[in-house]
């Protein structure tokens, strides 16, 4: 029997036709250890994945039209979060990691906020009318120089979700070697490494999938907030040049997605404002990718499972640089791992049942015929395939009796 080859085109017709054979890649492990890489890529047509967490290189680009007499807006509030207003008269830009003005929650404890740009993304998604405020330097043609009011998502011409970095592949596992708590955007870490904290969805994780990204480029429709949305370019700090296991798996935070959307078409549960105690505001942002099985190959990817996908502890109070070890995320959603010999409880900040039900209701959208694949216009950077590189050492031995930082 020959070697598998599918086409975009020959996988679309399939869903048109309705006899495309879908799963998540939940369900992909389980084929791919039963039947084989080959058996799996003759039977599927596509592996559907999920992700949901803090993502907070996220924000909107909005439009909020113009006013009479007109303003060239060039400072811009949202229920008191500040928007960046330097792009044209009306247009703006909300970062999700920006807070709110002088909230009251940051003058008791530093860094935290309880309201912030991830809010009101959340707040306009919802249907809630946001305060919308903005001021100007006026000019001829733009004489206004105040204008206060009320909208809604509805009332708002033109907003779209645009997020600079999310989706990463792979992410550290944060633990804390300090004498004290320290609040970071990866939650509070106790002292003493009193727990780990760590976000990604392992198996159903996007990139963790497709780990030299041969099917996700410029083009790659995606499932984006509760809506379609698309991969628009590789996010900011992309960088595919890290350690791998033989599976292709990346062993440290790798490549990254920039991804778009039609606001107006998404939903509250999957843009949720976030405020973390000590670091600030955010926006957890609900992903999905699907993944064509074009080749053995890819029914290689897509088979991974938690107990294939690795990732390193590190240290967040910056006691000690370097990886503590590695451990896999098998271990880590068992809710406890070991380091230095010492059993330490783990804490996802994603959301594994929100990742899997992403990837079903993707999996539901394309086997109704609703969702297409998007070919890549083009293909973001990556590396070769390499042979194995020699573990790291699984432990590195900390001086408990002598902590660096008080």
């Known amino acids: 029997m020959g070697a598998v080859h599918k086409s975009y085109q020959e996988i679309n017709e399939k869903i ?36 949901f967490a803090p993502m907070c290189s996220s924000g909107v680009f909005i439009n909020f039209g113009h006013t009479d007499p007109p303003i060239k807006a060039g400072k811009v509030w949202l229920n008191d979060v500040p928007a960046y207003g330097g792009l044209a008269a009306v247009d703006l830009y909300l970062g999700a990691t920006e807070p709110a003005f002088d909230d009251p929650l940051n003058k008791i404890k530093p860094g935290t906020f309880e309201y912030g740009g991830g809010h009101v993304i959340h707040d306009l998604v919802s249907g809630k009318p946001v305060r919308l405020r903005a001021e100007a330097y006026g000019t001829d043609c733009y004489p206004n120089r105040k204008v206060e009011m009320t ?138 990718v699907p993944i064509p099985i074009l080749d053995e190959e890819m029914a290689a990817f897509t088979g991974v499972s938690d107990e294939d996908i690795v990732t390193q502890v590190k240290d967040y109070s910056f006691t000690q640089s370097e990886p503590l070890g590695e451990v896999s995320y098998a271990q880590l959603r068992s809710g406890a791992i070991l380091v230095n010999g010492r059993e330490v409880t783990t804490v996802p900040l994603s959301s594994y049942v929100r990742a899997k039900e992403i990837a079903n209701i993707l999996k539901d959208w394309i086997q109704s015929g609703s969702f297409l694949l998007g070919e890549p216009q083009h293909f973001f950077p990556t590396v070769q395939r390499g042979e194995p590189e020699e573990n790291m050492s699984d432990e590195v031995i900390v001086d408990f009796e002598k902590p660096p930082l008080a």
């Open 16 to 51: 048109r036709a309705g006899k495309a054979v879908v799963v998540t890649a939940e369900e992909m492990v389980g084929i791919v250890r039963e039947k084989g890489t080959r058996q799996a890529a003759q039977q599927v047509d596509v592996v559907t994945t999920g992700t």
């Open 151 to 288: 909208v809604t998502l509805n009332d708002l011409p033109y907003a779209v979700l645009c997020n600079p970095r999310n989706a990463y592949q792979n992410y550290n596992c944060a633990v804390n070697l300090s004498a004290r708590t320290i609040y970071t955007y990866m939650g509070a870490l106790k002292p003493r490494m009193g727990n780990a904290n760590y976000s990604t969805s392992g198996q159903l994780s996007p990139l963790l999938n497709d780990p030299y990204y041969r099917t996700t480029g410029l083009g790659t429709r995606i499932f984006l907030g509760g809506a379609q949305g698309f991969v628009v370019w590789h996010g900011s700090q992309h960088n595919p040049a890290v350690r791998r296991l033989a599976n292709g798996v990346p062993r440290a935070p790798a490549g990254t997605l920039m991804v778009l959307g039609d606001l107006k078409a998404m939903l509250p549960r999957w843009l949720m404002g976030v405020s973390m105690q000590g670091y600030g505001c955010s926006l957890a942002v609900g992903i999905g």
